[in-house]
């Protein structure tokens, strides 16, 4: 028996990196609390991280690399060597760029995870520009590029400070559940405790309701013109920060003629909600001392995404919220990104990505540009504009988050060669020819710079066992493939390409030697925020912001020089009351999907027994006006029904929802169900309902998750233990 050894690392299932205190014993992980004095989450953790040595030793984890040796999908496989795996990745990547090119390859990656970077320098050291992640076009990707070509930075809201936030808008996200995209929630729930009011906008009055001076019930996909009204007020009642705008922005005059039409009455109707709710929450907005916001990936789910997230962005540029002290504040950038490797690919492989179009996603200009998704697809089914083949996933459940998950099953089908790297066998590794077995985040050592873009702290994850069985690393996997296949990786271990990253910080006064060592031992270290950043840089005589103009650009010169819109418009999701009439009378509901859950990321943690019982059922929820008219009861399994396709899932019901919306969670299987072809996702996965059908958004290719129309009716048939078996580990 050795000694219990405590360890202070950071979770990261997901965006957030809370510290937790691990004490392993005998090589086992006995006990995960949270540290106290962890950096932001002080003594709190959610859920996932807490019970997650469910995870880490759960019986159906993947412990070896397996052959696929039925058709797909069948769930036939046997255990081979990781020697064995290899060789065939080897031998089919080869003959597929014997025969098309290394383009042929498409590699798939989850959400953004200590991976991701190392996913762009694997498609980069392998020779296919067609990398992508289910986020690109549809989460988090839109507000950094819009934050860019606006600001020339991503923003982040500033809860640093001595000042916190007088109001901040919580706009189509809700981060004390989902910690959204790199944020901690504790964060944001600590200044709620500080006295930070909020402006909601959500289909749903959720737990937000008590800190909202006003919560904007909108329709689902209409966040755009809700945007553009509340400029227009902020505009034309002179609610503005004159100062700014006329010292730092530039094309004021041009936004003005823009949103001149978007009355808050023109708007009210388009978006369900009273012109008065409209006007006070702007007037709101515009007399508050500080404005911050935390904005979520329901705004990235329609085809005008990226002037969504833009006119959106406005409001926090016109009302001077920019870098100033409980405000939408710049990046410090103390973490520098792992390098990716970008020559190694070479510009005549970069001007193949698929969807080069979508200039904002995949244009060659851009550092870290990737494929878009219903491009590769379209390849992937008819050859065209080029022949893609073969199919690499790693932390990607793609069978259950892409949009069309009966159109991505046949789309898979057709493939000669699949390898998927996974901790458990998804829906989506069943349709692989070669399944990896991957580490979980107590035995990867990884660092994240945070929180959420202010970037001013580092995080530090570590290896506190071994990994399980024969698992790897994600990042040890593509190393060795690269090897196998000849490909230069660039580096020889992990540890080579961390030390590297924390260059940026030996060049803050007093952190000049600091070592990978140091920072595992300490497990975080913090730089002091810089606000007003882009005075500093005008004082120097560098420009002050870093867009073509020098200036925060409401009228962008770089969306004109691509031909896109330089100004925010309002434009109706494809499949709509307003856009599709004639679908009203069949699917006459708005239909949208996501609303994180607490206890589970995307579609993990379905098997943990201890988050399960938690949420044990698929749940759509709706308004009891529109449950009634369908004859619907709390608890009822219904089906949710668009023209693509039905799912079932139990109606929740309450008045806290719009009239007239359902929405469904996502990330449904049903992993214990294993006698269901796919786990059952298909009965009761969200992404049978969507669309990748064109039109996408012009600059980033997105396609519609949210704001589409639907029916909903009773499912007499479906039984609570059809979809959850309590188990036990
Ligand atoms: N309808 C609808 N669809 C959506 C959304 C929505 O709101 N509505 N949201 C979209 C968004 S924002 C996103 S980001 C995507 C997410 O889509 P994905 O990122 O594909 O999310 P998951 O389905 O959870 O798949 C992640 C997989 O990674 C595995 N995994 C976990 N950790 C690791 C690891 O360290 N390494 C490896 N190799 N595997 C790991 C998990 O077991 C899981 O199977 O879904 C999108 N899909
Ligand atoms: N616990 C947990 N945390 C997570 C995740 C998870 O699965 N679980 N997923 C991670 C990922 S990949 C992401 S991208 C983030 C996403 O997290 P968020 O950005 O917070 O997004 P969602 O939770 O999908 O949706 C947030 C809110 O948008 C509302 N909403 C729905 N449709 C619309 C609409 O059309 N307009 C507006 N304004 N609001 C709408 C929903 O009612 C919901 O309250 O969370 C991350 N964090
Ligand atoms: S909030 Fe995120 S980082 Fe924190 S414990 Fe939960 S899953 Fe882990
Ligand atoms: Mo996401």
């Keep these: 028996m050795s000694e219990p050894k405590v360890y202070h690392t950071a979770c990261h299932i997901c965006h957030g990196s809370c510290i937790a205190e691990v004490t392993v014993e005998d090589g086992r992980v006995t006990s995960i609390r949270p540290d106290q004095n962890g950096v932001f989450n002080t003594g709190r953790m959610c859920p996932k991280g807490i019970f997650s040595k469910e995870l880490l030793y759960h019986p159906d984890r993947l412990l070896h690399p397996l052959r696929r040796t039925g058709p797909r999908g069948s769930g036939q496989f046997e255990q081979i060597t990781w020697d064995e795996a290899y060789d065939i990745i080897r031998d089919n990547l080869l003959k597929i760029e014997a025969k098309y090119g290394m383009e042929a390859v498409a590699i798939a990656q989850g959400t953004g995870r200590h991976h991701l970077p190392y996913t762009a320098r694997f498609a980069n050291c392998l020779g296919t520009p067609n990398w992508f992640e289910p986020g690109s076009a549809q989460c988090f990707f839109p507000r950094i590029h819009a934050g860019a070509v606006t600001f020339g930075f ?41 006295g930070t009011r909020l402006i909601v906008v959500d289909p749903c009055k959720n737990n937000l309701e008590p800190y909202a001076d006003h919560f904007l019930q909108l329709r689902p996909g209409t966040d755009d013109a809700l945007a553009l009204g509340i400029l227009h007020v902020l505009i034309f009642e002179d609610l503005y920060d004159h100062e700014f705008v006329e010292n730092w922005c530039y094309g004021f005059a041009p936004l003005k003629e823009r949103v001149r039409k978007y009355t808050p009455e023109y708007v009210a109707e388009i978006c369900g909600l009273p012109a008065e709710v409209i006007i006070a929450a702007a007037r709101r907005i515009g007399t508050a001392s500080t404005v911050s916001m935390e904005w979520g990936c329901a705004i990235e789910h329609t085809p005008n995404c990226f002037q969504t997230v833009r006119a959106i962005a406005l409001i926090l540029a016109i009302t001077g919220s920019i870098d100033k002290k409980g405000g939408f504040i710049e990046s410090m950038h103390v973490l520098d990104e792992p390098e990716i490797l970008e ?20 244009g060659a200009h851009k550092p870290f540009s990737s494929a878009h998704i219903p491009t590769v697809f379209e390849a992937m089914r008819t050859g065209k504009p080029y022949p893609i083949r073969a199919l690499m996933m790693c932390g990607n459940n793609g069978l259950i988050g892409f949009a069309d998950s009966q159109k991505t099953l046949e789309t898979w089908m057709g493939l000669d060669f699949i390898c998927c790297q996974d901790q458990f066998l998804t829906p989506s590794a069943l349709m692989a020819d070669v399944v990896l077995p991957v580490c979980t985040w107590l035995e990867v050592d990884s660092l994240t710079g945070g929180p959420g873009g202010a970037d001013h702290v580092i995080l530090c994850q570590r290896a506190v066992v071994p990994p399980e069985g024969e698992c790897k690393t994600d990042e040890t996997i593509f190393m060795e493939i690269c090897q196998h296949l000849g490909k230069d990786w660039g580096a020889s271990n992990l540890d080579e390409i961390l030390d590297k990253r924390l260059d940026r910080l030996r060049t803050f006064p007093g952190y000049e030697n600091m070592t990978l060592e140091t920072l595992r031992e300490t497990g975080w270290v913090a730089v002091p925020i810089e606000y007003e950043q882009y005075k500093k840089r005008a004082a120097s005589g560098e420009k002050a912001f870093n867009t073509p103009t020098g200036k925060v650009e409401l009228y962008s010169t770089v969306m004109e020089e691509f031909g896109f819109d330089p100004l925010p418009d309002y434009s109706e999701p494809p499949e709509s009351p307003l856009s599709t009439p004639e679908l009203l ?6 239909l949208t999907t996501g609303t994180r859950i607490n206890g589970f990321f995307l579609s993990e943690q379905r098997q943990v027994p201890s988050l399960r019982k938690l949420n044990p059922y698929p749940l759509a929820t709706l308004h009891p006006d529109t449950a009634n008219q369908y004859g619907i009861a709390d608890g009822d399994w219904i089906f949710i029904e668009t023209k693509r396709g039905r799912i079932t899932q139990k109606a929740k019901v309450t008045d806290s929802m719009k009239p007239g919306v359902v929405n469904c969670q996502i990330g449904w299987w049903i992993p214990e169900a294993k006698e269901k072809p796919f786990f059952g996702a298909f009965e009761v996965n969200a992404n049978v309902l969507t669309t990748m059908e064109p039109p996408f958004d012009p600059c980033m290719g997105t396609y519609q998750l949210r704001g589409m129309l639907c029916r909903v009716y009773p499912n007499p048939d479906a039984k609570d233990s059809d979809y959850y078996r309590p188990s036990k580990l």
């Design 154 to 194: 991503a923003p982040a809201a500033d809860y640093y400070s001595d000042t916190p936030p007088e109001l901040m808008l919580v706009w189509g996200c809700n981060p004390s559940v989902s910690g959204a995209d790199g944020e901690s929630r504790y964060c944001f729930l600590d200044t709620l405790k500080r």
């Design 343 to 362: 020559d190694h690919l070479g510009d005549e492989k970069k001007k193949k990505r698929m969807g080069e179009q979508y200039k904002m996603l995949a």
């Design 585 to 590: 009378e069949k699917y006459p509901l708005v």
